[in-house]
Every structure is written in structure tokens, then in C-alpha cells.
């Protein structure tokens, strides 16, 4: 079921891609561990356009989202007629952790909905879920987004799930991943294969091409924490 034109260019953009990433795991070693990065300005990778305005309470005037509907493509079902909904929106440090080193919540916080319907082509049973959105993490054209289900008709309330969507341009179109497609599998101690449960903003590639509709990615840089000494 479900053309790098010269050398000082190419260093550039790589000192960029550099930064990013040790932004992020910057933001990871501070929730996970409690040991914060040497300063805030370590972690300010600020983009360009809406990505670098700011609201008056200093955090970006329009926040990280991901909406839109589409059919997509499953090669392991290319009949049925598989359908996502998604609507979310960034919300950092909205949701408490407490009792741990990120108290405030982190920074891939999110609230939204999912809905996602299949259509069994050799039945024409119809089947549906809805799930809460609880995390969003954007790159360019491209994010990953978990949600814990609600309501199911295949009896998988509270479970989380998590997609990957990448906003195409041009002749290259958009798609979607889905962590139950192809992935998330794990052997056990007794060497039986089981699914793990999906861990926050945790998805695969975008794998399925999407037929009709499509999808909207608004990206945003992380929000360092505001707290001095987080």
C-alpha cells in the first residue's frame, strides 16, 4: 500500500551547504543533549526573500508550510487511486518537553492535519485516515513532515506517520514519500522483521510521482532558541 561557472562559485555554495548542516546538527546536539552551540549566530543560516524577514516578535512574518491535494503514482499498487491532504504549518517551540534538555519544545514544532485516502482498484473499497501534524522541517523545494493519526479506517490510530513532499518545477513534477510505501523496517532481536515507530519529522525520499494536484513547500531556515544559555 499504500554550470558552476567558476571554482570560487563552487567553494561558495558548498560553505553554504557547510553551514547548514552544521546548523542542524547544532540544533540537534542542543534538544537532544542540553549542550548548546557556542553562540546564537552559529546557527543563523538566513536565506534570501521572505526567508529572512522578520515578524515583530523576531521570528520569520511567514512561518515554514507545506499544503496542498494530489493523487500520486504506487508502483507496488499502479491501479488504486491514492490521494494526500496536507496542511502544515511551522509552530517552533510549541510544544513543551518537559522533564527534558529542550523544555520549550524544538524548532521543527508544527500543527496541521494530513488526510490521505486509497481506493482498492479490484474492490473499490475506500480507505481513510486523518492525522495531527506534529513536526515540519523544509529545505528548498523539499520537506518532511509527521503527523500522529486520529482516525483510521485500517487500525492505525496513534500511530505516527511521516511524508516527504518536493515541490517540482518546470517539467520536473512534484512527489511524495510515505513511510508505511517503502521503507521503515527493522529486524528484531528474534531476527523478525517489524516497523519501528516513526520517529518526529522522520520520512522517506519523495518516491511518488504525483498525477494530479500538487503541492505548495514554503521554506524557512531553523529558529535558533530564544532563551539565552539554550
Not at 511567514?62 to 491501479?79: E, I, L
Request: with cysteine; glycine share 12%.
Amino acid at each position: 500500500m499504500f554550470r558552476i561557472r567558476t571554482r570560487i562559485r563552487t567553494r561558495n555554495r558548498a560553505a553554504v551547504r557547510t553551514a547548514r548542516a552544521t546548523a542542524a546538527a547544532g540544533l540537534a546536539l542542543a534538544a537532544l543533549t542540553g549542550v548548546a552551540p557556542a553562540s546564537a549566530d552559529a546557527l543563523s543560516v538566513g536565506g534570501s526573500g521572505s526567508e529572512g524577514r522578520e515578524g515583530h516578535d523576531g521570528r520569520a512574518a511567514r512561518p515554514a508550510s507545506v499544503s496542498g491535494k494530489a493523487r500520486v503514482s504506487y508502483a507496488f499498487s499502479p491501479d488504486d487511486e491514492i490521494w494526500f491532504t496536507v496542511d502544515a504549518r511551522a509552530k517552533p517551540y510549541s510544544r513543551p518537553l518537559p522533564g527534558t534538555k529542550a523544555p520549550d519544545g524544538l524548532p521543527t514544532d508544527a500543527v496541521g492535519t494530513i488526510h490521505y485516502s486509497h481506493r482498492v482498484a479490484a474492490t473499490g473499497v475506500v480507505y481513510n485516515a486523518v492525522a495531527e501534524v506534529d513536526c515540519l522541517s523544509t529545505g528548498g523545494p523539499v520537506a518532511t513532515v509527521t503527523a500522529v493519526v486520529t482516525t483510521s479506517d485500517i487500525g492505525n490510530a496513534n500511530e505516527r506517520i511521516g511524508l516527504s513532499v518536493y515541490q517540482g518545477r518546470g517539467r520536473d513534477g512534484d512527489r511524495l514519500g510515505f513511510s508505511w510505501g517503502v521503507a521503515n523496517l527493522d529486524m528484531g532481536p528474534d531476527q523478525q522483521p517489524y516497523q519501528p515507530v516513526v520517529g518526529t519529522c522522520m520520512a522517506p525520499a519523495p518516491f511518488a510521482p504525483v498525477l494530479r494536484g500538487g503541492f505548495s513547500v514554503h521554506h524557512v531556515e531553523l529558529e535558533a532558541p530564544k532563551t539565552p544559555g539554550r
